[in-house]
């Protein structure tokens, strides 16, 4: 059992707006606050979702599924920390949506979501240094990271385009922050991953070769750490990490978080190479 308190506290209320990403907002959100661990609940409605959910017999996470339509988001519960220097999002959805038979309700680890109007709290635990892990059941959980990131010296006021509101905040003292040597780097949102960066996780988790695709004249070709995946709905990654499980590591080159997908769950083809790096799109096998 891992115990540890927090006695540095701030919150954010939070409103996201038709058309956006929410995991992508979120991740751009623990970027621009510094965020080091923060916990968020949230309702709303949104247009489309992508669930997945754990398999304790196979200790992974099963393919992902998406659904689309009229989504009540009845609950979003979880945490935003970093991995390995990066956003890293863990959250859980239960999503309510009509079907044939009435209504349905469904619910799992979110992946993405795109937004209707999404309304969200966060507590923010500015004097935490924890980060996510995978372990042997294959969940990521917390373990104890590095030096928790300094709080902003006053939070932003809310602010729309052609608009504009008095923040309704009231000052205070900002968090104590860590000295500066110890302080993490803030990380570009966008800023792909470099072959050295690939390196130096791989040392601690050898990768393996996950996929095999057949190229037109009959020879293997494997999906290895590195190569970039065009993935329909995350756009560009580059793989970091391959698993014997048929699972693979991704890091997001538009927003620099951390996915996990199954490579089972497309057809795998080889595309021109880019920059070096061995390329390949991704199109899913099937759709519920």
Request: hydrophobic share 40%.
């Amino acid at each position: 059992m891992l115990v540890t308190t927090s006695q540095a506290l701030r919150s954010l209320v939070v409103r996201l707006h038709r058309g956006e990403d929410l995991a992508e907002s979120l991740a751009g959100l623990i970027a621009s606050q510094r965020i080091a661990v923060a916990t968020v609940h949230g309702h709303g409605v949104l247009e489309a979702v992508i669930l997945d959910a754990y398999d304790a017999r196979a200790k992974a996470y099963t393919d992902a599924r998406t659904f689309t339509g009229r989504l009540e988001l009845l609950s979003l519960e979880g945490h935003l920390s970093t991995r390995e220097g990066s956003p890293d999002l863990y959250l859980h959805a239960t999503v309510a949506r009509d079907t044939g038979n009435g209504v349905e309700v469904v619910g799992g680890r979110l992946i993405e979501a795109q937004v209707v109007a999404v309304e969200l709290t966060l507590l923010l635990h500015d004097d935490l240094a924890l980060e996510r892990a995978p372990e042997a059941s294959g969940i990521p959980t917390w373990r104890v990271g590095g030096a928790p990131a300094a709080a902003p010296a006053k939070a932003a006021p809310a602010a729309e385009t052609g608009r504009s509101r008095r923040s309704t905040s009231p000052d205070r003292e900002p968090a104590p922050a860590p000295a500066p040597s110890t302080s993490p780097r803030r990380i570009e949102a966008a800023k792909p991953v470099t072959l050295a960066e690939v390196a130096q996780q791989l040392q601690a988790m050898p990768a393996k070769p996950e996929r095999a695709v057949d190229d037109d004249e009959g020879a293997v070709l494997e999906v290895a750490a590195g190569d970039v995946l065009e993935h329909p709905t995350f756009g560009d990654a580059t793989v970091v990490r391959l698993s014997d499980d048929d699972r693979c590591d991704i890091k997001l080159l538009r927003s620099g978080s951390f996915r996990t997908i199954a490579l089972d769950y497309f057809e795998i083809v080889a595309q021109p190479a880019r920059d070096g790096h061995r390329v390949w799109k991704l199109t899913p096998r099937h759709r519920r």
